[in-house]
């Protein structure tokens, strides 16, 4: 009978215990996306920082400003296009799991 109710449990808790695996692999992914991209505008803002150095006249400022702005804002587009497509994914990861879930109750 404890038996029973044991498997009982475990089955309860598979779904929680399968969203609990997808949250902490989400987790250890975002920080890694979020590491390497504070990574790369650190990098990017040093080089930048270097180049505007070496300007001598108002229009070389101009197009370093310019470039190193076109760069973050290709960074940001991507980084939120690659997000998007992320959490999407997972929701859809996490969907499958309680549909499983129910079905099987």
């Known amino acids: 009978m404890f038996d029973k109710i044991f498997e009982q449990t475990q089955n309860a808790f598979k779904p929680m215990n399968e969203l609990m695996t997808l949250n902490s692999k989400a987790f250890e992914e975002v920080a890694e996306k979020q590491k390497a991209f504070f990574n790369d505008m650190v990098s990017d803002s040093m080089a930048f920082a270097k180049e505007l150095s070496a300007q001598k006249d108002f229009s070389g400022v101009y197009q370093t400003q310019k470039t190193y702005l076109e760069g973050v804002q290709d960074k ?9 497509e992320w959490f999407s994914s997972n929701q859809a990861k996490a969907g499958e799991v309680i549909k499983s879930a129910t079905t099987s109750l």
């Open 76 to 84: 940001m587009v991507a980084a939120s296009t690659d997000a998007y």
